[in-house]
């Protein structure tokens, strides 16, 4: 290829597929050698694709996020409420509202103030600095001055610094999960490897912010920036659009029609009281504001953000970090949850589970690289001195070994391969000080490489003795080993694998005796002739939590589906230990490709299991079971996660482990990494609903008892029993007092035993409607009958004091009520076991008092005093609301019964984690 082809060929978003081209093809085709590109030769290019840098989207401004906070249809509702109060001239009443207003805004604010980093996350994953060959010389450049055909050094510990078609490789590994999901390093070699190779397996490439773990290497680069596979999901996430929550939607076409019903009313009422009733047009336009006033629900967008905040408190002390409010009630409707593999269900601690010998079968126990179990023989624990052949294994792979356990901060972490650091910590279970062990002189090694698959050491101890031992893939391993039989030969690929088909990593340990006076080590000492010790089977364990965590949601009625980079074998083993698609097998990435529009939608929807898959395999699935209907959490740690969780309707990402572009793109972090921390957050979210929609029960009929109480004055043409203050007055203090106790009440006891709620499920039932109309028909009659009772013979002031005051005590009686949906409330519980509510119910009572008896309440509320004798007939019309609500509720308890046999009672709440 051409320089000119070259120059082409690199303005396009997806290249050649290098990893399949022999390296003297790459280097010609990016017109490089050896000696890499000129100092010049670099500048032009770099003149030409610019640096290597990721593009960052331009984010919204603060003040357009600010005002971003007032769209929404509750908030123009207060607005407009806001607006009916000016012109009635109430100036404090419009402060209180326009309050509301601007402190629901600022939280949303605050809270989405990080929302929009996830691209900056990415960009800080770039190495900022790379050792490159140009002009025949090695030096150090800025990573973003690197240019496709540039020759750059990889050693232990870099971050590779662009998409490299790798030249030479010794021993190299690459931690590549951030990008892949693969839970170990890779084994990078320069040979090449087929074009339909999935990403996760293209051997012969090293991608840009992937982490060098061992050995060196080489490569040319052949991609940076924005055409990375980096740069390609953050383009993936600018393309991305967020969901709005369902409860958001809900609420949006609620408070559509409720607006619609209450401006009906107002104008069926001003006409019918102008044309019929013969009132003047401006007393009707006052008594048709009153009821706007009467029927809008001002306190409800700031009772929605309060009970949301509450729920963000109550999950943040079970290790689940909101970052977005709406997703608290979100994750209450989650239907499905796609999780990642590596570090969420599992452990992404590599632990050794399984050792064969030539006379038995061992087990270990204990998880991750804590030192803590035992080996096992039939269920029983055994040791070293028992077992000279689990000495002689034990033994040789710790010293055919370079990781170092250590503890820090409470922590085990291993310094090296995960692999040999589980080796350790299994030597430590068995009694072994690995640092004694190794006072056995290494005398020389054979370091790891991909092309030969083995590691070997050569030892000697102190009486003179040496032997070599060798550590490697089974199929390489075994090839060097004498065998008395071949059938024994086969019976060790049989055993082998065995453990494979387990989802395990399998490594075969061997030895032979060597010189007294050998001093090098040589491929020719060790490639035949050795004697086989035994194999070593590794899996990153499910974590134990994780599995009662997936039955849970099952229970629940949410299907848990694992999506991941890593192979089918280990994710289908991986998924039955974690009771995941036991039943409906492994679909790969690759498989996936292959489908069209209609059978991928099949497969999001039937398979269970997913493994080497890339960021668009993910997001596609995520996709697929939204447009199913499905509401989808989508759970991950890395930067291929990233897109995905964008897109899902809950994103969650991991806390201790995930990298920084998964948490910025997610709604949720858990601090603990524990997938049983979803459960937890579906359950209070779940129990944040129930509250919202127990609010609204009791706001709604509220607001209805008041606008029937106006509307019945208009019909009957008679004085107005409560004046639009006065409402402003119940409606807010109700609202941020009775209402926000409701916000407090714990999870209900079957709360996780229920399927989730459909996504377009309405906020209202028919049920619900019922009870609304039901309880605000008797508000109505209650305050009605008291007004007009005290009405001639106590004045307009007393009367209308009487009103609110009964008003306010039937709706005390009803939040008693509303503690329950359907259930009893008249239990001692139920009346008494809420704090929460008493405390509420106290401060109401004390702020009645003061806007009875205070001067200044009066005055501005045009209030009177009332004698003792009042407060009989207020506080009866209370109690009788509560029982007749109280008699519904077991009316419609055995019709339920009697319509649907079998059907149980509403299980009452409990409060076992609060």
């Not at 899902?648 to 601090?671: P, W």
């Not at 203050?725 to 009440?745: H, K, P, S």
Request: aromatic fraction near 6%; proline fraction near 4%; charge should be negative.
């Amino acid at each position: 290829m051409q320089m000119e082809e070259f120059q082409t060929l690199g303005d396009q978003d997806r290249p050649a597929a290098w990893h399949a081209l022999q390296t003297s093809e790459a280097l010609a085709a990016l017109d490089s050698d050896d000696r890499g590109l000129s100092t010049e030769g670099a500048e032009a290019r770099l003149q030409r694709f610019g640096p290597n840098r990721l593009e960052q989207a331009r984010g919204r401004s603060a003040l357009r996020r600010l005002l971003e906070q007032f769209h929404n249809v509750l908030i123009y509702v207060l607005l407009g409420a806001a607006a009916v109060t000016a012109l009635l001239g109430h100036w404090v009443d419009t402060g209180v509202i326009l309050g509301v207003v601007i402190v629901n805004a600022l939280v949303g604010f605050l809270q989405e103030g990080k929302a929009e980093k996830a691209l900056d996350a990415i960009k800080q994953m770039l190495s900022p600095y790379a050792a490159v060959i140009r002009d025949g010389k090695r030096g150090s450049v800025p990573a973003q001055s690197l240019v496709p055909g540039d020759i750059v050094v990889l050693k232990s510990g870099d971050r590779v610094p662009a998409d490299l078609r790798l030249l030479d490789s010794h021993g190299l590994q690459i931690q590549e999960a951030a990008l892949t999901g693969e839970s170990l390093p890779v084994e990078k070699s320069a040979a090449p490897v087929a074009e339909a190779t999935d990403l996760a397996e293209r051997t012969s490439m090293a991608f840009s912010s992937t982490l060098v773990t061992s050995g060196r290497g080489r490569g040319v680069v052949v991609h940076t920036g924005q055409h990375t596979e980096i740069g390609r999901i953050s383009t993936l996430l600018t393309q991305v659009t967020p969901l709005e929550t369902p409860l958001l939607r809900q609420t949006a076409v609620f408070a559509r029609y409720l607006t619609l019903a209450i401006l009906f009313l107002a104008s069926v009422t001003f006409l019918f009281g102008y044309l019929v009733g013969g009132a003047s047009a401006a007393d009707m336009f006052i008594a048709a504001v009153s009821l706007v006033v009467a029927a809008i629900p001002e306190g409800l967008p700031a009772i929605m953000t309060i009970t949301l905040a509450i729920g963000v408190t109550r999950m943040a002390r079970r290790n689940a970090i909101i970052r977005l409010l709406p997703a608290v009630e979100t994750l209450g409707s989650v239907s499905v949850i796609c999780s990642d593999k590596t570090g969420t269900l599992t452990r992404n601690e590599m632990t050794l589970q399984r050792l064969a010998t030539p006379e038995h079968d061992y087990q270990a126990s204990g998880i991750g690289y804590r030192p803590e179990g035992d080996i096992l023989l039939d269920e029983r624990p055994v040791t070293l001195a028992e077992q000279p052949d689990l000495h002689a294994l034990v033994q040789a792979a710790t010293l055919c070994n370079d990781a170092e356990l250590a503890e820090e901060q409470g922590q085990w972490r291993v310094h090296g391969d995960p692999t040999e650091g589980a080796i350790i910590t299994l030597a430590y279970k068995a009694g072994l000080d690995p640092a004694q062990e190794r006072q056995r002189s290494r005398v020389d090694m054979i370091p790891f490489e991909s092309e030969h698959k083995f590691m070997a050491t050569l030892h000697r101890n102190d009486e003179g003795q040496s032997h070599a031992y060798v550590k490697g893939a089974p199929e390489r391993v075994l090839e060097m080993c004498r065998f008395d039989h071949a059938a024994t030969l086969e019976a060790w690929r049989t055993r082998s694998e065995a453990m494979a088909k387990e989802g395990m990593r399998v490594l075969a340990v061997a030895s032979r005796p060597a010189e007294a006076d050998q001093s090098a080590l040589a491929h020719e000492n060790v490639r035949e002739g050795l004697t086989l010790l035994g194999l070593l089977g590794f899996l990153d364990p499910p974590r134990e939590e994780a599995i009662a965590a997936v039955a849970e949601c099952q229970r629940a009625g949410i299907r848990v589906k694992m999506i991941t980079g890593d192979h089918a074998t280990t994710a289908g083993a991986i998924g039955h230990r974690l009771g995941i698609g036991n039943d409906r097998g492994v679909m790969t990435g690759h498989e996936l490709d292959g489908l069209d529009a209609t059978r991928f939608a099949k497969a999001a929807n039937d398979i269970d299991i997913f493994a080497r898959t890339t960021p668009e395999h993910k997001l596609r699935l995520v996709e697929a079971l939204q447009a199913e209907g499905q509401v989808v959490a989508m759970t991950g740690d890395g930067v291929n996660d990233a897109p995905a969780l964008k897109r899902a309707d809950v994103g969650v990402a991991m806390g201790r482990k995930g990298t920084e572009a998964a948490k910025e793109a997610a709604e949720m972090v858990l601090a603990d990494d524990d997938f049983a921390s979803i459960t937890h957050a579906v359950e209070e979210g779940r129990t944040v609903y129930d509250n919202l929609r127990k609010a609204l029960l009791f706001i709604l009929p509220t607001n209805g008892g008041q606008a029937l109480v106006i509307m019945a004055a208009i019909l009957l043409g008679l004085t107005l029993p409560i004046t639009p203050v006065q409402i402003l007055w119940v409606n807010m203090i109700t609202a941020v007092t009775l209402a926000l106790a409701l916000a407090f009440e714990p999870a209900e006891q079957n709360v996780m035993g229920r399927p989730p709620r459909q996504p377009d499920e309405p906020i209202l039932s028919g049920f619900l409607v019922w009870r609304i109309l039901f309880v605000s028909v008797l508000l109505m009659a209650g305050t009605f009958t008291l007004f007009l009772m005290h009405l001639e013979a106590h004045g307009l002031s007393v009367a209308r004091t009487i009103a609110v005051n009964a008003l306010v005590a039937g709706e005390i009686g009803y939040l008693l009520n509303s503690r329950r949906l359907h259930a009893n409330t008249w239990t001692l519980d139920g009346l008494f076991g809420s704090r929460a509510v008493l405390i509420a119910i106290a401060t109401v009572v004390g702020f009645q008092l003061l806007f009875t008896y205070l001067p200044p309440m009066q005055k501005l509320f045009d209030t009177a005093a009332l004698d003792a004798g009042a407060w009989l007939p207020i506080g009866l019309f209370a109690i009788g609301l509560f029982l007749l609500v109280e008699l519904e509720k077991l009316l419609v308890r055995r019709f339920r019964r009697s319509s649907t046999p079998g059907l149980k009672d509403e299980a009452k709440p409990h409060a076992r984690h609060h």
